[in-house]
Nanobody, 121 residues
């Protein structure tokens, strides 16, 4: 069983930054690809970023490319999402996911509980 616990969300002004953390239980990094998704009110959950387990290579949605950075600390079993130059349209509940690789993306099998990010204009 994999457990994922996100933290770091909050309220920030447009142009500001936040860093999300996802603490994972078990041998998550060796068995699963990790990623971040988000879901805005009234919209479907969408892919944000993922990081490959073997190489640490990263892949981003076009909407966040150049502003967000996914990283990991294997010793701490933690994945991060550094979010810079935030925009009001980034407002959403952000979810950490662990799953199987799907080309550059991820097919999630496990989800965290989510953390709210609100960007004010």
């Amino acid at each position: 069983q994999v457990q994922l616990v996100e933290s770091g969300g909050g309220l920030v002004q447009a142009g500001g930054s936040l860093r999300l953390s996802c603490a994972a239980s078990g041998r998550t990094f060796s068995n699963y690809r990790m990623g971040w998704f988000r879901q805005a009110p009234g919209k479907e959950r969408e892919f944000v970023a993922t990081i490959r387990r073997s190489t640490g290579s990263t892949y981003y949605a076009d909407s966040v490319k150049g502003r967000f950075t996914i990283s990991r600390d294997i010793a701490k079993n933690t994945v991060y999402l550094q979010m810079n130059s935030l925009k009001p349209e980034d407002t959403a509940v952000y979810y950490c996911a662990a799953g199987t690789p799907q080309r550059d993306g991820i097919s999630p099998e496990y989800w965290g509980q989510g953390t709210q990010v609100t960007v004010s204009s």
